[in-house]
């Protein structure tokens, strides 16, 4: 029995030997690398394209404070983490849009999803301190409002901003390593404000030339408007306004 055994695993050391023999003589294993190779830069690049995903439309399957599922016109169902302030703009309708944020970690592939592009804006900030991970900064976003959250790092308020998961330290490292990012962020956003005011102005202003009116008369009843009222006026409430005046 035991001189059977060996003649055994003698012919299967054998015929392990003519594989290898076999294998190498037709270049199997440098086939196995370069698919092995190609395998990984497939990947690569499919993680980035999964990574550029900047919106999601689709039909609302499930509403949560902490997530919600959006199925897509092709069937495909998403799970994506929301903040509280995301939560409490999200109504009951059919269809919905949220921006989102793409993160990719060892064992899984989480989507947060965002109302609009200023609040994508500060949970890209806030992940870009050290310290701070996805979740921490969705935590934050649900304690703050973007404007608070602002606020605070412009004044250097560590309570305001020592919510969940944040403590002295992280506060301190937040306002250390944000304010000057968020002081060019309002600026941009001032600016931008401006340009659309301005836009709205004239448009306005337009249409009231096509109606008749004088272009100096237009604008200084458009400009006595904006005074008394405000700059965030659409072009119809401008027009209706100016309307009365004139």
Request: proline fraction near 1%; avoid cysteine; charge should be positive.
């Amino acid at each position: 029995m035991l001189r059977y055994s060996i003649l055994l695993s003698l012919n299967v050391l054998q015929s392990f030997f003519i594989l290898i023999k076999w294998l190498q003589k037709y270049n199997f294993f440098y086939y196995v690398k370069y698919l092995s190779s190609f395998s990984i830069f497939i990947s690569l690049h499919f993680f980035k394209l999964l990574g550029m995903i900047t919106y999601i439309t689709g039909k609302l399957i499930e509403k949560n404070p902490a997530y919600v599922i959006i199925e897509t016109a092709g069937g495909v169902a998403y799970y994506i983490h929301i903040s509280l302030n995301t939560f409490s703009q999200i109504k009951s309708e059919e269809t919905l849009k949220l921006l989102t944020h793409h993160v990719v970690k060892e064992d899984s592939h989480l989507l947060y999803g965002f109302i609009d592009a200023e609040e994508r804006s500060f949970f890209r900030l806030l992940i870009s301190v050290s310290g701070i991970g996805p979740n921490t900064a969705r935590l934050i976003l649900s304690s703050l409002s973007v404007g608070e959250l602002s606020q605070a790092i412009a004044n250097e308020d560590e309570e305001m901003l020592k919510v969940e998961r944040v403590g002295p330290k992280k506060a301190q490292r937040l306002i250390f390593e944000l304010k000057d990012k968020i002081t060019k962020i309002e600026t941009l956003s001032n600016d931008n404000f401006s340009k659309t005011n301005n836009n709205n102005k004239n448009e306005a202003l337009s249409a009231l030339i096509s109606l008749g009116f004088a272009k100096n008369t237009g604008e200084v009843v458009l400009e006595k408007i904006i005074k008394s009222e405000g700059n965030d006026l659409s072009v119809e409430e401008l027009i209706k306004k100016a309307l009365k005046l004139l």
